[in-house]
């Protein structure tokens, strides 16, 4: 159950540094979300279908 809190906590601050502007919320939500494990994958697929952060200023800037 630790390592998988882990790799979830790593993977989602790693989604979040692309797709938040706060990966360390990111990666503790994700974290604690495993400890009930469909809620972390929820939350994981939510964050892989999300919009990277920096194409979304760059398309109201263009």
Known sequence: ??????IMGAVCYYLGRRKTQTPVL???LGV?????????????VV???KKDVG????????
Request: aromatic share 12%.
């Open 55 to 62: 194409s979304t200023s760059e398309a109201v800037s263009g």
């Open 26 to 28: 990111a990666g503790l």
């Open 1 to 6: 159950m630790a390592l998988f809190a882990l």
């Open 32 to 44: 604690v979300l495993s400890l009930i494990p469909p809620f972390a994958l929820v939350y994981f």
């Open 47 to 49: 964050l892989l279908l």
